[in-house]
């Protein structure tokens, strides 16, 4: 079992930068992959970015991608992510999640039905 705690959500300015943390603790070493998805109120759940452990292979919504970069400190268990740019569109709840299923195919981890672990969400807000 996985417990994720996602940091560092907040408010935020258009064009400025903020900081998500997602800290794992139990049985880290079986995860593959982790990832972020977003939720805005009245909008579905979508992917943001994505990082495979094994590889560091990374992959992001063509929304965000050049603006917000996964990164992941194994020695701390700990996945970011970085949002530079930030327009109001950003605005939602973020969620962290890992996978402990392993995929030869890295597009399965852009599909939030594979993750077996969530965080409870951190929102960031981005004024105009």
């Known amino acids: 079992q996985v417990q994720l705690v996602e940091s560092g959500g907040g408010l935020g300015q258009t064009g400025g930068s903020l900081r998500l943390s997602c800290a794992a603790s139990g049985r880290t070493f079986s995860n593959y992959a982790m990832g972020w998805f977003r939720q805005a109120p009245g909008k579905e759940r979508e992917f943001v970015a994505a990082i495979n452990w094994s590889g560091g292979k990374t992959y992001y919504a063509d929304s965000v991608k050049g603006r917000f970069t996964i990164s992941g400190d194994n020695a701390k268990n700990t996945v970011y992510l970085q949002m530079n740019s930030l327009t109001p569109e950003d605005t939602a709840v973020y969620y962290c999640?890992?996978?402990?299923?392993?995929?030869?195919?890295?597009?399965?981890?852009?599909?939030?039905?594979?993750?077996?672990?969530w965080g409870v969400g951190t929102q960031v807000t981005v004024s105009s």
């Open positions: 999640a890992a996978t402990s299923t392993y995929y030869t195919l890295g597009y399965y981890y852009l599909n939030a039905n594979v993750y077996d672990y």
